[in-house]
């Protein structure tokens, strides 16, 4: 069964919007990632967030980690026709397997 | 200083004919990890390999499939007597480390007719 669920499914938005999708799961990690794919292509990482860590940023991303909730966000602000794309949490149960959620489609309009 | 290399991109095979998927990990990572996406769902676990030994294939069915990362050359996911259910893209992704970001290839696609 899948460990990371991601909500919304889709999303769409204007260019310049901020775009917040959301992650939650089941069972305690190690580490929370984001990975993004454009269509057709692999997946590209982007952001770590550890078990210990409550918000880390890189550029215009902003991750949030909640383990209480057992839940994770991913902010991209100020959004660009290239940020269209699937966005996928994955969970690190263990050292080095992730499990995957279904993942968020955004749509960036120009 | 390339990225994984996946090849083919593109494969199909006709019902109960052998697909061959071939992954070359970035120069330096020695962990390999191959993952399957089904349309419109995330990517699945199916084994993870470090130099001639497979380290847990937990994810992969125990019939048809195999996978192996020998001493020299790319690592190999073997798919015997396809069926149309294997239909698929199939990442391959690497690390330095068991730890931390994968760094992943662009995929194979397998299409069995």
């Known amino acids: 069964s899948q460990q990371g669920e991601e909500d919304p499914q889709a999303l769409s938005i204007q260019e310049g919007e901020n775009a917040t999708m959301n992650c939650s799961y089941k069972?305690?990690?190690?580490?929370l990632q984001w990975y993004r794919q454009n269509s057709g292509r692999g997946l590209v990482h982007l952001i770590l967030?550890?078990?210990?860590?409550r918000e880390k940023h890189s550029g215009r991303l902003r991750v949030t980690l909640d383990t209480s909730k057992k839940s994770s966000s991913l902010l991209i602000t100020a959004s660009r026709a290239a940020d269209t794309a699937s966005y996928f949490c994955?969970?690190?149960?263990?050292?080095?397997?992730?499990?995957f959620g279904a993942g968020t489609t955004v749509t960036v309009r120009a | 200083n390339a990225g994984v290399m996946q090849n083919p991109r593109h494969l199909v095979r006709r019902r109960g004919q052998e697909a061959r998927l071939r992954c070359s990990p970035m120069?330096?990572?020695?962990?390999v990890y191959w993952y399957r996406q089904l349309p419109e769902e995330g990517l699945k676990f199916m084994v993870y390999?470090?130099?001639?030994?497979?380290?847990?294939e937990s994810g992969m069915p125990k019939e048809r499939f195999s996978a192996e990362f020998p001493k020299e050359g790319p690592s190999i996911l073997r798919i015997q007597q396809v069926v149309r259910g294997d239909s698929a893209a199939y990442f391959c992704?690497?690390?330095?480390?068991?730890?931390?970001?994968?760094?992943f290839g662009e995929g194979s696609r397998l299409t069995v007719l």
């Open positions: 120069k330096g990572h020695s962990h």
């Open positions: 967030i550890r078990s210990n860590e």
């Open positions: 994955a969970t690190a149960v263990n050292d080095y397997k992730l499990s």
């Open positions: 390999l470090q130099k001639e030994n497979i380290i847990d």
């Open positions: 069972t305690s990690i190690n580490n």
């Open positions: 992704a690497s690390s330095p480390t068991p730890t931390g970001e994968l760094f």
